[in-house]
């Protein structure tokens, strides 16, 4: 049985919200699961995993996704132990107006 932990969908429409799990590959992404090992919330950004059991899945042959792995790495990268992390959501800079071209609409005239 090859083992992954993965992502699960669970928000609703236009509020994405996500479980890590740890699932058998045959399985759906929304289907069923071996066990829930965290949250990460995208809207916030927050993270929430429980690195303990994450590591244990790691030792016994589970291979995480690309955004689970990245997920790992930044936990690994930034976290105190004992503390659950939050991460911090991007600052995004409001668009400057911009004047908008005035186009005048010229006639033939024949």
């Known amino acids: 049985m090859s083992v992954r932990i993965r992502l699960k969908r669970v928000g609703g429409k236009n509020e ?3 479980r890590l799990v740890v699932a058998d590959i045959r399985h759906q992404r929304d289907g069923k699961f071996i066990e829930e090992v965290g949250s ?4 916030k950004g927050e993270r929430n995993l429980e690195m303990d059991r994450i590591e244990y899945w790691l030792s016994k ?4 996704s690309e955004t689970v792995q990245s997920m790992i790495n ?9 503390e659950p992390v939050v991460a911090e959501p991007k600052a995004v800079e409001p668009k400057a107006a911009e004047p908008k071209a005035k186009t005048e609409k010229t006639k033939k005239k024949s």
Not at 74 to 82: D, L, N, Q, S, T
Request: net charge positive; hydrophobic share 30%; aromatic share 16%.
């Open 74 to 82: 930044y936990i690994r990268k930034h976290a105190v132990k004992g």
């Open 16 to 18: 994405p919200r996500f």
């Open 40 to 43: 990460y919330n995208p809207v």
């Open 61 to 64: 042959g589970a291979k995480p």
